[in-house]
Nanobody
Framework: QVQLLESGGGLVQAGGSLRLSCASS????????MSWYRQSPGKQRELVAV???????NYADSVKGRFTISRDNAKSTVYLQMNSLKPEDTAVYFC??????????WGQGTQVTVSS
């Protein structure tokens, strides 16, 4: 069974930082493309950052220079370091795992709230 569990969300002031973690189980983690998405009420789910099995990364324009995605294959965990947070970053953040072998899977999400 593939499981993804996000943690690290919370309430932070604008300009602050948070680090989200997503622990994966049930796959050979190293082959997965791992992504972070976010969704605010009334808005479509947005791709925030992605890291490939080879370590290549891509980011949404809105978070470039502020967020960093990384992975620790030994811990089967992907991280999202969020710096210089803005109120518009407020959303539920979801972890996603995808590979041909295991398909796509989602975590249940963790709330990030940035106050002004």
């Amino acid at each position: 069974q593939v499981q993804l569990l996000e943690s690290g969300g919370g309430l932070v002031q604008a300009g602050g930082s948070l680090r989200l973690s997503c622990a994966s189980s049930g796959t050979i983690f190293s082959i997965n493309t791992m992504s972070w998405y976010r969704q605010s009420p009334g808005k479509q789910r947005e791709l925030v950052a992605v890291i490939s099995s080879g370590g290549g990364t891509n980011y949404a324009d809105s978070v470039k220079g502020r967020f960093t995605i990384s992975r620790d294959n030994a811990k089967s965990t992907v991280y999202l370091q969020m710096n210089s947070l803005k109120p518009e970053d407020t959303a539920v953040y979801f972890c996603n795992s995808h590979s041909i072998q295991y398909g796509a899977h989602w975590g249940q999400g963790t709330q990030v709230t940035v106050s002004s």
